[in-house]
């Protein structure tokens, strides 16, 4: 199963940020999926990702 999707982030303050809400939100065909790979692209120069 391939899936892209573009969606918006609300403006945040400078911090960190817990964005998992956001993403399945977006994506509700994750539900079904048991196993898989999430690439996710921050057009943002000042964003970065923290994976725990």
Known sequence: ?????EFR???FRRGFH????H???ALPELKSVKVGLLHVFI???SASISIN
């Open 1 to 5: 199963m391939w899936l892209h999707r």
């Open 9 to 11: 982030l609300p403006a």
């Open 23 to 25: 993403v399945v939100e």
């Open 18 to 21: 817990l964005v998992t809400r």
């Open 43 to 45: 057009r943002h120069t």
